[in-house]
């Protein structure tokens, strides 16, 4: 049975941002933290010289990385049938995914309710305005908390929907290891400083867009084609489906020929060509 229901839809649409507790948990969660820990270093390992500017940046890592469960995780099909449903079609696209990193001395946003920071993603995040009537014109964001966060461990800080901006209304994401935050990027939130003195705040997430919104997202994929092991290795183990929300043309598009298999075959290992074949037949 599906975690993400039609109900949810109607929270997020009424909230502007869903939290769901042990989305993930058991061996996948401690896969995914030692996968995330390899790439994000820990405060103890970076202590002497923190990778941030102290006043506000975070470090942040995008695709392509060198972890392919991390990538695996991103097709998660309760997480996908979501997005289609929210952004009402079936025709939609993965944008691009991140890892970030805050630690100790992290002055950014602010504390209590302080709206220091106070933004929403669009901007940076799509060409075009927010339209207040149509919700499918803001991508839908699944930022997952591998590890637990305190209410000093610089949480993020989002605003229910019916409260506009009031900062006084928001409610810190204080929570445990493997929880998922939903949230568009018409929704209201701020960053806050970490206030503890050791550890670490770790987040990872990915989002998805409609196919269709040429002039929508972040940073893009399409330029780790070549170069990128890893990423290489991912697409090759997609099927042709699948491949799809990686903006790849679908089985049956005239790109596909006996030429451009055996290139992609040698590309993408593991890619299966006989799907597309069928696709043209």
Request: aromatic letters at 12%.
């Amino acid at each position: 049975m599906s975690r993400l229901t039609d109900a949810h839809i109607e929270e997020l649409e009424r909230e502007g941002f869903l939290i769901i507790p042990d989305f993930i948990k058991g061996a996948e969660l401690k896969r995914l933290q030692e996968a995330q820990r390899r790439i994000l270093p820990s405060w103890e390992e970076v202590k002497d010289k923190p990778p941030q500017d102290q006043t506000g940046n975070s470090q942040l890592s995008c695709f392509p990385h060198e972890e392919l469960d991390l990538y695996k995780a991103t097709m998660n099909e309760e997480s996908i049938a979501f997005a289609r449903k929210w952004l009402k079609t079936d025709a939609i696209h993965m944008r691009v995914g991140c890892l970030i990193a805050r630690y100790p001395g992290h002055l950014g946003g602010g504390t209590g309710n302080d709206d220091s920071g106070l933004h929403i993603d669009n901007g940076n995040n799509s060409l075009l305005p927010m339209s207040e009537d149509l919700r499918e014109f803001g991508q839908i964001g699944f930022w997952i908390h591998l590890e637990d966060v305190g209410i000093d461990q610089a949480p993020l800080r989002l605003i229910p929907q019916q409260y506009g901006k009031d900062m006084t209304r928001n409610v810190p994401l204080v929570c445990k290891g493997g929880t998922l935050c939903i949230f568009t990027r018409y929704t209201w939130h701020s960053a806050s400083a970490y206030t503890r003195e050791d550890g670490q705040r770790f987040t990872w997430g990915y989002s998805f867009g409609r196919a269709d919104h040429y002039w929508e997202g972040f940073r893009h994929y399409t330029q780790h084609g070549k170069g990128s092991p890893v990423f290489q290795e991912f697409i090759g183990s997609l099927t042709a489906e699948q491949r799809v929300l990686w903006r790849f043309p679908a089985a049956g598009h005239p790109y596909y020929t006996e030429q451009t298999l055996a290139l992609l075959e040698e590309q993408y290992p593991g890619w299966n060509s006989d799907e597309y074949r069928a696709g043209n037949n």
